[in-house]
């Protein structure tokens, strides 16, 4: 059994690790609500535009249709990967590295995967065995529309020049505080609506219906990005909240059994003092 000093520094040393994870969780609280009330006001929109947009496109006919409905021969895919800048949020980033690695390796088996990261740990990790075409990490320094819309425009600067057949977004779907859904997403060429949705419906169109389409497509498209980013950002916040809730429990628990473990070495060296004290005692009556 260990000594005493050794088992107390070991709950000086938990009991510190328990206040870090403590006031990690409080912070990554915080940070969710508002995080969570941004992609839970922004969602409603973003289905909407995306449906409105495709139901025009469904409805339209091949030759008039946008280049960034083309769909071509898949030769060349590009992964967008959305993670972190940090660590310490559980399994929220291996999932999307796990979900980025499968489509290179399997869907897209014997075609030209290359990589787009948005977070360091995406650029960190799959940069050691794969090819990086960028890093966005330094998005989430200031995470607004613009400079998400600024990524979008890349994007499909490099679906329309031909760089790439297909582009996927690979990202966490907030749905609560514990519950993070690995979502892959087809950004580009844009996914018609199923069936006949919205194309049955009497509408007249003011103006045409290709100008309208042409001028939704690059909004639709950077609300459609917007909407990944803020979607992982609050699914890193509830990852780490629910992380560092874990490790403070797990924390208390050792902690609990560290200091039964010193009381009750505490308690044995006690007895065996007293016991060497009576001994000694009948020694000398004796």
């Known amino acids: 059994m260990a000594n005493l000093k050794e088992i107390r520094n070991r709950i000086s040393s938990v009991s510190s690790t328990m206040q870090i994870t403590s006031a990690m969780k409080m912070v990554s609280a915080a940070k969710l609500k508002k995080a969570?009330?941004?992609?839970?006001?922004?969602?409603?929109?973003?289905?909407?535009?995306?449906?409105?947009?495709?139901?025009?496109s469904a409805s339209m006919d091949a030759d008039s249709g946008s280049t960034y409905a083309d769909n071509r021969p898949i030769n060349k895919v590009l992964v967008v990967a959305i993670t972190s800048n940090r660590g310490l949020c559980g399994a929220f980033n291996t999932n999307i590295l796990k979900q980025s690695t499968f489509l290179a390796d399997e869907t897209f088996q014997g075609k030209q995967v290359d990589f787009m990261a948005i977070g360091k740990k995406a650029n960190?990790?799959?940069?050691?065995?794969?090819?990086?075409?960028?890093?966005?990490?330094?998005?989430y320094e200031d995470l607004t529309f613009e400079?998400?819309?600024?990524?979008?425009?890349?994007?499909?600067?490099?679906f329309k020049n031909g760089s790439y057949d297909r582009i996927e977004l690979v990202y966490n779907k907030f749905k609560n505080a514990a519950t993070q859904i690995v979502t892959t997403e087809q950004f580009l060429p844009i996914v018609p609506a199923e069936g006949d949705q919205g194309s049955n419906a009497d509408y007249i169109f003011?103006?045409?219906?290709?100008?309208?389409?042409?001028?939704?497509?690059?909004?639709?498209?950077?609300?459609?990005?917007?909407?990944?980013?803020?979607?992982?950002?609050?699914?890193e916040h509830g990852a780490r909240m629910t992380a560092m809730h874990k490790a403070t429990d797990n924390a208390t628990e050792l902690r609990d059994q560290l200091k039964l473990t010193?009381?009750?070495a505490r308690q044995a060296a006690i007895t065996g003092e007293i016991l060497e004290i009576v001994g000694g005692a009948e020694a000398l009556n004796n």
């Open 36 to 56: 969570q009330d941004a992609i839970t006001a922004m969602r409603p929109y973003s289905d909407k535009l995306t449906e409105l947009l495709q139901g025009l």
């Open 124 to 139: 960190d990790i799959l940069g050691k065995k794969r090819t990086i075409t960028a890093n966005h990490s330094d998005v």
């Open 147 to 158: 400079n998400v819309a600024a990524i979008a425009e890349e994007l499909m600067g490099l």
């Open 206 to 235: 003011e103006p045409s219906k290709v100008d309208i389409i042409e001028q939704l497509i690059p909004k639709s498209l950077k609300t459609q990005l917007y909407k990944a980013v803020r979607d992982s950002f609050a699914s």
């Open 262 to 264: 010193y009381n009750q």
